[in-house]
């Protein structure tokens, strides 16, 4: 339901990508594809107007895509990252069924930083972490989560070069279909002295977004 929500809302604005939904049709592509849908609906859901990237273009590594609040007229750049772990969602390897995981995301946040943007830049994380039945700041990757920020950020005397991360660990597919749903996290994280200022309320569309996710309208699904 949650992902014929975010394809519905990104069809409903003309902005469902043929090659995205032909990765998702695919166990391979499909965690990766299925965060991109993820960002680009938020966007959406959070009062923007968005377009996607140049694939094509090689002169320069992308972001996923530009948005555009339309209540300030504030420009983003989107990027959309996802944690792959051995033996989840097709990915291959062994699961690792002992002992806590690593949330392991210093590479991917290096990688998504080092892409070129011309606008305050916001990045969503899908960290790929079984359940956690509590709040976000209580879960066992949080402080692993903000050392690895901090490693990246204003905390060592730079300039952030992001403006907004948004983590979420929508953790569904660790159980059994006969199992409720626990519900997701979402932990956003502020760039305190970033290298593009933004509106913050701008940036606030997105993190309370993000927080209502798996909200589903009680009207989704029913005819217009």
């Known amino acids: 339901m949650l ?5 519905y809302t990104l069809q409903h604005h003309s902005k469902l990508q043929d090659a995205v939904v032909i990765r998702l049709k695919h166990p391979d592509p499909f965690q990766g594809a299925r965060h991109e849908f993820f960002a680009a609906a938020t966007c959406i859901r959070a009062g923007y107007d968005i377009e996607y990237e140049d694939e094509g ?5 992308h972001p996923e895509l530009i948005a555009t609040h339309r209540a300030t007229g504030q420009r983003i ?6 944690r792959h772990r051995p033996g989840v969602l097709r990915f291959q390897g062994e699961a ?3 002992g806590r995981l690593r949330v392991g995301i210093e590479r991917l946040l290096k990688d998504a930083l080092a892409k070129q943007v011309l606008y305050p830049y916001v990045s969503f994380f899908d960290l790929n972490l079984p359940p956690f039945p509590g709040h976000a700041f209580q879960a066992p990757w949080f402080e692993e989560v903000g050392n690895s920020v901090a490693k990246i950020g ?8 992001f403006n907004l991360i948004v983590f979420i660990n929508p953790p569904d597919h660790y159980l059994d279909n006969e199992i409720p749903s626990p519900g ?3 932990l956003s994280c502020f760039g305190r002295n970033p290298q593009i200022e933004a509106v913050h309320g701008a940036l606030m569309a997105i993190h309370e977004a993000a927080s209502k996710y798996g909200m589903i ?5 029913e005819a217009s």
């Open 217 to 221: 309208p009680n009207t989704f699904g």
């Open 3 to 7: 992902l014929a929500d975010d394809l």
């Open 77 to 82: 750049a989107v990027e959309a990252k996802s």
């Open 154 to 161: 204003s905390d060592n005397g730079r300039q952030d070069a």
């Open 96 to 98: 690792q069924r002992t």
């Open 57 to 61: 273009d090689n002169s320069r590594r």
């Open 184 to 186: 997701g996290t979402t």
